[in-house]
């Protein structure tokens, strides 16, 4: 009784203040943004794709592999990164109340460092000074200005994140034994997780720079690559996590139903946050210089992570379920019929869940040492992301705004854009079909990832790839058209919609619902948990790294 | 917390397939030696040239029916670039990077390794089939990436 009474209080003076102005401004700046960034790096893809199938070609003064830098910096650092810190500050002014005038501040402040980092990156790039792809290995040497512009991109990640530790903080004291909002509590994991992922590549970064203006003459190579993919895989995932941040608290108010359990999904974001960061070492399976022992050790702490996904699985899909039994669906599966199919706001996020059933499977395939070997840098592993990042992820970023942008703007999702997002949604799956599943096939074979149009000399192996990749080149096309399309549809509902009152949707939960316990608000044990856990992984080969290093490398400029 | 009956199966069985993989992934490394390529001996990336046994780069007859290829990587080329060895022969690659970073891969093998400077890479395949098979690099490494390879010839 209480509670109902507390909610039709908060409903009412919801509707009463609405969104903060100035809220709304920070966040719906932070998009527009984003989708021009996906424009641009979206029409860099194409290019790509194009010329990977040998159906163009790239002119000397903006080669394949600068605008394969472009595309990778762009789309998997910067869109992300404004689309995750609009949507968090949104969620967090939405269910604590309004930002704190001070987290404000730091948002925009965030942004505009954000900002001096990219616009850095980019003119390195486009002057062909840091044609490094993003991954920017050592011993090959970028402009000592693409380095700083990326310290001043996590900068901007960290001001955010400092932003939502304050804003919490502060709600937590004004709300005394309160729980913290379960969206607001998954904005705390995502970008705890965040920062704790990207302190490594922060040291390999602040070494790169007396390194790349030529103070120190040479630098650990393996080093760098160890503390950069201690973040490279832990970024993946906090993009998953903003994800499943709205599989679990919105989808299910959209589809009617209510949340699975509050405690359920507190307990997957703390597991996502300790078990995350030492993930990345996966990816140097098949390097040197690590014993097979310890190879193996990572094999299990990159596998735990499925551990959480498994959780969330069968959370959605309960939910499904228990949704559409409530509405009388009958059977096995007959609650499948019941679910709103025809509502863009659930079809996206719903097909990006099923995405992730095959791309979560693949990444635990591609975890274990002998399959690894098997796909390890061929254009498998490009199609293992580009359906959790480019699928999974995205679909579910792109069903946010059809209510998000609305809700921000006072304005209304007509029927007719909601058609015209289901045709958007149809193309990107449909594209990302082609394109993803042509990248896994040809990756079998062994056709390489990171490389532009090559047949090696007309070699009959490489030859008999050109199909796979020709079928790359019509996903990437549809893609394309997908971008448009979503671009369109974002700023359409930014000016264009009418005007109309939009609800945040966020799931309550089910009314005999076990109270979420104390220790889930404990995030003091949880770092210490995860330090516990990114010591476990790193400290062992860091020290022997750094101890035991080889003779360092000179720089090269090989492009 | 309390987890509903069917979600501890689902768990269950979740876990039990990772730990499946695992025991796999295990028994393969450690029981039948088909651990991922872990060399751990390192050299000095501007002496690779003056360095044994790379400073003689070639296809040695080591055993019986076993091969060595010392071999290095450099933008843009494998050193050496005619490889030729019977099939069901047991051949190792030795590798290193003189520049940056490489990757060493077999088009329709196992054979897969990144060539880091600095480091001393191995890796063991035999081939069973007579054939001529495509070597590329497959981690970026520069302009000319994409013009890195060659072929091993089995006969």
């Not at chain 2, 490394?29 to 360095?51: H, N, R």
């Not at chain 2, 690659?93 to 990144?114: C, L, P, R």
Request: charged share 10%.
């Amino acid at each position: 009784m209480e509670m109902a009474a507390k909610e039709i209080f908060k409903e009412k003076t919801n509707k009463a203040l609405g969104v903060n102005p100035d809220d709304a401004r920070l966040t719906l700046t932070y998009f527009s943004l984003a989708f021009i960034v996906l424009f641009i790096g979206g029409t860099l893809g194409l290019l790509q794709g194009l010329n990977r199938a040998g159906l163009l070609e790239l002119p000397a003064w903006f080669n394949y592999y600068q605008v394969l830098t472009a595309h990778g910096i762009l789309l998997i650092l910067i869109f992300t990164a404004l689309f995750m810190v609009g949507y968090f500050y949104a969620a967090m002014s939405h269910t604590l109340g309004g930002l704190i005038p001070s987290v404000r501040k730091m948002g925009w402040t965030a942004l505009g460092l954000m900002l001096i980092g990219t616009a850095m990156v980019v003119i390195t790039i486009v002057m062909d000074e840091a044609t490094v792809l993003y991954t920017f290995y050592p011993p090959m040497q970028a402009s000592p200005w693409f380095y700083i512009g990326l310290v001043f991109i996590v900068l901007g990640v960290w001001a955010a994140t400092l932003g939502v530790f304050t804003n919490a903080a502060i709600w937590k004291k004004r709300n005394k034994g309160q729980h913290l909002p379960l969206l607001s509590f998954f904005a705390v994991g995502a970008f705890l997780l965040l920062f704790l992922g990207s302190i490594g590549v922060t040291i390999e970064v602040l070494m790169l720079i007396p390194w790349a203006f030529g103070w120190t003459e040479t630098v650990n190579v393996m080093l760098s690559r160890t503390l950069f993919w201690s973040f490279g895989h832990t970024l993946v995932n906090v993009w998953y996590f903003t994800a499943i941040s709205a599989w679990y608290v919105i989808v299910p108010r959209i589809i009617g139903g209510r949340l699975f359990s509050d405690t359920l999904a507190r307990v997957v974001v703390i597991l996502l946050v300790i078990l995350n960061v030492p993930g990345g070492f996966h990816h140097q399976i098949v390097d040197p210089g690590f014993t097979e022992g310890l190879k193996f050790m990572h094999v299990f702490m990159s596998l735990s992570i499925a551990f959480p996904s498994l959780m969330t699985a069968f959370a959605m899909f309960a939910v499904f379920e228990r949704t559409g039994r409530k509405e009388g669906a009958k059977g096995l599966l007959g609650w499948v019929k019941k679910l709103p199919w025809g509502d863009v706001r659930f079809l996206a996020p719903m097909i990006a869940m099923i995405a992730f059933i095959p791309a979560g499977a693949g990444g635990i395939a591609q975890t274990n040492n002998q399959l690894n070997q098997v796909v390890h840098n061929s254009l498998w592993v490009t199609g293992h992301f580009h359906l959790t990042v480019g699928t999974t992820v995205v679909l579910t970023f792109f069903g946010i705004m059809y209510w998000l942008i609305p809700y921000l703007t006072k304005r209304e999702l007509t029927p007719k854009i909601n058609k015209l997002g289901i045709i958007q949604t149809i193309t990107w799956t449909v594209g990302m079909l082609f394109m993803s599943g042509a990248m896994h096939l040809v990756g079998l074979l062994g056709s390489p990832r990171r490389t532009s149009y090559t047949t090696y000399g007309d070699n009959a192996t490489a030859l008999s790839w050109d199909p796979y990749l020709f079928f790359l080149a019509i996903g990437g096309t549809l893609l394309f058209i997908g971008v448009v399309l979503m671009v369109y549809i974002v700023f359409h509902l930014m000016f264009k919609a009418p005007k109309g009152n939009t609800e945040f949707p966020i799931a309550e939960p089910e009314d005999d619902a076990s109270t979420t316990p104390k220790w889930t608000e404990r995030w003091g044990l949880w770092v210490v948990l995860a330090i516990a856990v990114i010591s476990m992984g790193y400290l062992v080969p860091i020290v022997d790294l750094v101890v035991n290093a080889p003779p360092g490398s000179p720089p090269f400029r090989t492009w | 917390m309390k987890l509903h009956r069917y979600e501890e199966i689902w768990l269950i069985l979740g876990v039990g397939i990772l730990v499946l993989s695992m025991v796999v992934t295990g028994y393969q490394t450690f029981a039948q030696g088909l651990g991922p390529p872990s060399d751990t001996d390192q050299i000095d990336p501007q002496k690779v040239d003056e360095t044994a046994p790379f400073d003689n780069p070639g296809v040695f007859e080591v055993g019986e029916n076993e091969y060595e290829v010392v071999m290095t990587l450099q933008a843009f080329g494998f050193t050496p670039n005619e490889i030729e060895v019977p099939a069901g022969a047991e051949v190792t690659f030795t590798m290193t990077s003189k520049d940056v970073i490489h990757g060493f891969q077999i088009a329709g093998t196992n054979v897969n390794a990144m060539v880091v400077p600095g480091h001393i890479q191995t890796i063991t395949e035999t081939f069973d089939e007579p054939g001529q098979y495509l070597i590329l690099c497959n981690e970026y490494c520069g302009a000319g990436h994409q013009m890195m390879s060659t072929t091993i010839t089995v006969y």
